[in-house]
């Protein structure tokens, strides 16, 4: 599936926020002290377009933006002004009378190949237009178009990057649970346009992304309880076993730079990560230890590792160079800690922890400290991570795996809807 | 305890730190505590010349004046008493003293003896009846009732026995300026100073204490003797203050007050979104410009140079928050200081905790 963008970043008015020289001496200055979190009202009328298109971009707008906690899409039915064309300034005062902060105009416009779509995002209380873009893209596009729209909006309200416009790999799983069918799907990442990309043969975990390409890398158990790690290409269906190694591989991530894969390797009761470079399929052992080591993830500068290992006891978080060498413990909490992730800005590692009666997702820093548990419950597991690094996915085990997804602060908890139970989410970078 | 004198250390140890305690317990004991701690009050220091300009101007007025100038109340008199031929006052003789013998029918309000003598007075011919007309023409109120016959008896008011006078000044053979000029001037000086009516039979000189005559007084709805400041020009409205004074700074509990005035009234409407990104946030600071009813006078400027997302963000939300809450009570005791708070910054929390 090709897809092809043109964005013109067309300044389509003024930037908000005109910057004024150096803090031109004020003589008084109030310093607050705190600030309230309360989700951001945004109202995010229809936009313009043919038939109920602009309707249907409107409501994939509203559901990524309210889904990430941080606005509040106020309902349709509440507007004072129906229909805002992107063209004039808005009449303030009636958004204001609801209660918007934020407003959202704009356009769809649809011709045999091709869609363009626009939109400006306003500065309610100050009257002022906040951002605006432009869209080309291919016809049947119009979800990914609403997608990059949430995105701007995202990262003009937060400053942060936004994350709307990415796929979700998981494992889907149906039928009874004594024989659970289980395949590889593909999905955006609110839901919507779920793919399969494996038939339910083989049982198969783990899928991870490659960020650098439309590649899939995961585990697989073959008929005959061969397990072994493979390579799928998304675009045209390819899959082969990585590497010949005389044990099982499982766990397997892709290096940053698209390059390696990194996975452990068990051999004797014993598992030690191994990484093979994807060319030249050379391997190199990074671990050599009795203990079984697990679950590596690199970090974004793809100069470090970090992975999970009982050699001193209970499984527990340890960081190493990414070329092997001594390994220093981060993880020091009561429990088991286990799938760990670097995040894409490495300024946390996620992980699953277990304690005697439960499971939870939490983060720390990549020293070890500021653990902060998100989510708690029982069978909590896998985390993965956003583009931009502030949110996650996981799965839930509640009779059946569902996903679902949180914030790194906490706040976020909401489920991300598949057509049957699903476990094992990866994430994408972004995809344009 | 056998004490061992090969190795008298421990004992004499012991021995020496025991005196050293008693000693100690008992020497110092007589020491004098440490005074309590005061409780200390904010002072500020401020020379003559700051208290003298931040005293400018008077406190109840309601607003500073553009120009302000001294409170005049009373438009000086002019002085019509210009000598239009040109006569060198000096030349005139000075007059004699008031004669006595005022007849009663004319019983002219007396006038105190040691007057300094008016040189425009002109010299009286010896007309006992013509010395006393410097009767002068009464104030206008007056004058109405001159028409009255002369022969109507009124011997109580003083005022009205004077006016048959009036009719024998008429034909005057003195030139007629002095006679002008020494009538007014004596109107004035009978306006100052003999304006409650007195009794008749008040004799010139003699200032004897009546009862009749301060009652007289307290009833009169004359106006009073005090004239008020008097100037050019009437300026009825006082000025606050000076405009461009070297008032003194707001101080610094003053200012610490407004800001968190300021602070609790924006703080309602500082809500943020979850998952803004704080990394520089001391950097998302707005520059208000207020007015003096504490309304904004123009749009909230970003004042930060950063072109980081997540600061122009965050200072977006602050600026929207400072345009919801607008206008804030700013209370009175803060207007005089309005030059030192009309432009203020205002910085975020340091962390979004």
């Known amino acids: ?432 | 305890m056998k004490i061992d004198w090969s190795e008298p250390g421990l004992p004499l140890s012991v021995t020496a730190h025991a005196v050293l305690l008693v000693a100690s317990l008992v020497g110092l004991s007589s020491a004098r505590p440490f005074a309590d701690a005061e409780e200390t009050l904010p002072v500020e220091i401020i020379t003559a010349d700051q208290f003298s300009s931040m005293t400018k101007g008077e406190r109840t007025a309601k607003a500073v004046q553009p120009t302000p100038k001294p409170r005049i109340d009373k438009v000086a008199e002019v002085e019509q008493l210009k000598p239009s031929q040109g006569t060198d006052q000096k030349d005139v003789p000075t007059p004699p003293a008031r004669a006595p013998q005022i007849s009663d029918e004319v019983s002219a309000p007396p006038m105190p003896p040691p007057r300094p003598p008016d040189p425009v007075k002109p010299e009286p011919k010896p007309e006992p009846q013509k010395t006393v007309e410097p009767q002068k023409p009464e104030p206008p109120k007056l004058d109405a009732e001159i028409p009255k016959p002369p022969e109507k008896p009124q011997p109580q008011k003083v005022a009205k026995t004077q006016e048959p006078q009036k009719e024998t000044e008429k034909p005057k053979p003195q030139p007629p300026q002095f006679d002008k000029i020494a009538q007014l001037l004596e109107q004035k000086k009978l306006e100052e100073e003999t304006k409650p009516a007195k009794p008749p039979a008040k004799e010139k000189g003699e200032q004897s204490f009546s009862a009749s005559a301060i009652e007289k007084l307290l009833v009169s709805k004359e106006k009073p003797q005090a004239s008020g400041s008097v100037g050019a020009q009437l300026q009825k409205t006082a000025s606050l203050g000076l405009q461009t004074g070297n008032a003194a700074k707001l101080s610094p509990s003053m200012r610490d007050a407004l800001a968190g005035l300021l602070k609790d009234q924006v703080g309602k409407c500082f809500t943020l979104p979850p998952g803004m990104d704080e990394t520089n946030i001391h950097q998302a600071m707005v520059r208000v410009v207020f007015n003096e009813d504490g309304s904004l006078a123009e749009r909230p400027q970003v004042a930060s140079a950063s072109s980081d997302a997540g600061v122009r963000a965050i200072a977006s939300e602050l600026r929207g928050a400072i345009i919801r809450c607008a206008p804030y009570r700013i209370p009175a005791q803060f207007l005089p200081f309005f030059d030192q708070w009309k432009d203020t910054l205002f910085t975020p929390p340091e962390s979004l905790g």
Do not use: C
């Not at chain 1, 933006?65 to 004072?80: E, W």
């Open chain 1, 1 to 432: 599936m090709t897809l092809s963008i043109s964005r013109r970043s067309v300044a389509l008015g003024l930037a908000a926020t005109p910057l004024v020289g150096a803090t031109a001496r004020a003589e008084l200055v109030v310093s607050l002290d705190r600030a309230n979190f309360q989700p951001l009202p945004i109202a995010i009328p229809d936009l313009q377009g043919e038939g109920d298109l602009g309707a249907r971009v409107a409501a994939v707008i509203a559901n990524d933006l309210q889904r990430s906690g941080v606005f509040a899409p106020i309902d349709k039915r509440a507007f004072i002004d129906k229909a805002v064309s992107p063209d004039v300034m808005p009449q303030f005062d009636s958004w204001r009378a609801i209660n918007a902060q934020a407003l959202v105009t704009g356009r769809v416009q649809r011709d045999s190949a091709r869609m363009h779509a626009e939109f400006r995002l306003w500065d309610v209380s100050s009257g002022e237009q906040a951002t605006g873009q432009q869209y080309t893209t291919d016809a049947n596009n119009w979800r990914r178009v609403a997608h990059l729209i949430a995105d701007a909006i995202y990262s003009r309200i937060t400053g942060a990057g936004g994350f709307f416009d990415s796929r979700v790999v998981y494992v889907d799983e149906t039928g009874p649970k004594q024989a659970r069918r289980k395949r590889l799907a593909l999905m955006d990442q609110d839901g919507a346009n779920v793919r399969y990309l494996t038939e339910g043969n083989e049982l198969v975990v783990t899928p991870r992304f490659s960020p650098t390409s439309q590649e899939v890398t995961y585990m697989a158990f073959a008929p005959n309880g061969d397990a072994s790690v493979r390579l799928l290409n998304i675009e045209t269906g390819q899959r082969e076993i990585v590497g010949n190694f005389p044990g099982m591989t499982f766990s397997p991530r892709f290096s940053p730079d698209g390059e390696r894969v990194v996975m452990s390797l068990e051999q004797s009761g014993n598992a030690n990560i191994y990484t093979m470079d994807l060319r030249s399929r050379a391997t190199t052992r990074l671990t050599d230890t009795s203990a079984i080591d697990t679950s590596p993830s690199y970090s974004p500068d793809g100069t470090q590792i970090v992975f999970e290992s009982d050699r001193g006891g209970a499984q527990q978080l340890y960081v190493m160079g990414a070329n092997g060498g001594p390994a220093k413990r981060i993880s020091f909490g009561q429990g088991h800690y286990s799938t760990p992730v670097w995040s894409p800005k490495g300024d946390y590692i996620a992980f699953t922890r277990q304690t005697a009666n439960s499971f939870g997702i939490g983060v720390m820093k990549p020293d070890g400290s500021g653990e902060r548990i998100l989510t708690e419950g029982f069978h909590n597991e896998g985390p993965t991570w956003a583009p931009n690094g502030r949110y996650l996915m996981f799965f839930r085990d509640q009779g059946g795996a569902k996903i679902f997804m949180a914030d790194v602060t906490g706040r976020v908890d909401v489920a991300v809807p598949t057509p049957s139970f699903g476990s094992d989410p990866a994430w994408s970078p972004l995809l344009a």
